[in-house]
Every structure is written in C-alpha cells, then in structure tokens.
C-alpha cells in the first residue's frame, strides 16, 4: 500500500473508538440533517504524516479523545467515490474523486469527561453516543455504506452494545 495507489483519491484515516464493554463512539454531524448524520471521526491525512499519527491527530481533533490503546487496523485502502452532489461542490471534492481511508480501532481508556467536541476551532459533531458497531453502516451516507460495512467486518471481535444519545454543553 503506498500512496501512489488510487491517486485520484484523497488520502483519509478514520478511527473506531471502542468502549471497554465493546460499543463504539458516534457522532453526530455538526450542521447536518437526519437521517444519515451519525459517523466515527475521520479526516485527511497530512504530506507525509504517518496513517496512526494521522487518526490520533483526527481523533483528538473531532473528539478531544486522546487516551487510547490501539487495537487494530484495516489493512490496504478502502475506498469510495463521490457522489455526483459532492463532486459538484468544489469545496467538499477539493479535486479528488473520493477518498481512500484506513481504519484505526482503538480502546477509549479514558473518562468520557475527556470528551470535548469543542476541543478543535473547526467543530465535527455536536453531539455524541456510545452505539452498537453493526448499527452503523444505517447511520452513514449511503455512499460510504460499503466503507462501513468493511469496517465492521474488520473490527467485529471488538464491538457489543448500545448507550443514549450525550449532546454538547448547552444544547438539547
């Protein structure tokens, strides 16, 4: 796997954060409509920037979650393209045709007081659950449905559970 592999795709890390009774984090898109908002943290990878530094970095970004054993990870990319609404947009597509990610799980060690949605200027969700990972490829765009579904796939033997919905300080 190198980054020369699917080049007219953005380079992209997402991460899995498992609870210690198996279920994961989502969270819900900032600005975002129902139904398909839910998602785990993920984001683009810098020139250069090592995929695990990367999803540590995306994680503590989206989620202010830094206290983390790792897992596991997705092995190769695993890709999707825009949609043609996407690709419309020039600031969403930026030039690529899609993304190509590999997935981080990790184990949350931490207190869920550590979790600050507002930890980064540039705010992902607004706000979060702990959840069932079969659940999740529902709760995600169709179009990275298939995205999902390899992911859990991959990560299955971490995951149980479900939990309600925690929204940011002052929202209801």
Known sequence: MTELDHPQHRPNVGVVLFHPDGRVWLGRRHRQAPPYNWQFPQGGVDEGEDLEVAARRELAEETGVTSVELLGRTEGWITYD?????????KHARGWRGQKQVWFAYRFVGEESEIDLEADEHIEFDAWRWGRLDETPELIVPFKRGVYEAVVAAFQGFARGDSPVRRREGEN
């Open 82 to 90: 825009f949609p043609p609404e996407v690709m419309a947009n020039p």
